[in-house]
Nanobody
């Protein structure tokens, strides 16, 4: 069984930095595209950053130049480094990954989320 676990959230002041980690465990053949999403209270979940299996990255306009997504396939981990954080970055951050639990399957998995709070 595959699990995704996010970590690294917390409380930080305006302008501060946090690093989030998304670790996959279980029966994994390979990991494809991975995305970090966030959901603020009363708002829809939105894509913040994504990275393909080949390492191509994309970012929401609101975080370009501040956030960096990277992956370590040897550790089945995807990181999100967040700098120059703003109060509007406050949300629960979720990791979503396309994972092959076997050679013939490709499934999307979500983590449980980690809270990021930026105080002004």
């Amino acid at each position: 069984q595959v699990q995704l676990v996010e970590s690294g959230g917390g409380l930080v002041q305006d302008g501060g930095s946090l690093g989030l980690s998304c670790a996959a465990s279980g029966s994994i053949v390979s990991i494809g595209d991975v995305g970090w999403y966030r959901q603020a209270p009363g708002k829809q979940r939105e894509l913040v950053a994504a990275i393909t299996s080949g390492g191509t990255t994309t970012y929401a306009d609101s975080v370009k130049g501040r956030f960096t997504i990277s992956r370590d396939d040897a550790k089945n981990t995807v990181l999100l480094q967040m700098n120059s954080l703003k109060p509007e970055d406050t949300a629960v951050y979720y990791c979503n990954a396309q994972i092959r639990p076997s050679r013939y399957e490709l499934r999307g998995y979500w983590g449980q989320g980690t809270q990021v709070t930026v105080s002004s």
